[in-house]
């Protein structure tokens, strides 16, 4: 059985998947959403470069975009872990 995710969160189900499957937590719930709401939303996004793909430089500029703190001392993988749970 799904966890409650809260009032926000309208299917419990497909945003636990999607959260599986790495996708941010911003985008699971606006996905889940749609679909909980009777539509058929697209899971694929835009054109943006997988972020394994982008230098440390681009992804910092990326955090700093949206504000994540301390940005300038993560490494690689922190930087992608901040960005997807941001």
């Known amino acids: 059985m799904a966890k409650d995710h809260g009032p926000t969160v309208k299917d419990d189900k497909t945003y636990e998947g999607l959260r599986k499957r790495g996708e941010s937590k911003e985008k699971a719930a606006r996905i889940a959403n749609a679909k909980a709401a009777g539509g ?7 054109k943006a470069a997988d972020y394994q793909d982008q230098s440390v430089d681009q992804l910092r500029k990326r955090a700093a975009d949206i504000g ?9 993988g ?9």
């Open 40 to 46: 058929k939303p697209s899971e694929k996004g835009g």
């Open 68 to 76: 994540i703190d301390g940005r300038s001392k993560m490494n690689k």
């Open 78 to 86: 922190e930087l992608i872990d901040a960005l997807r749970n941001h």
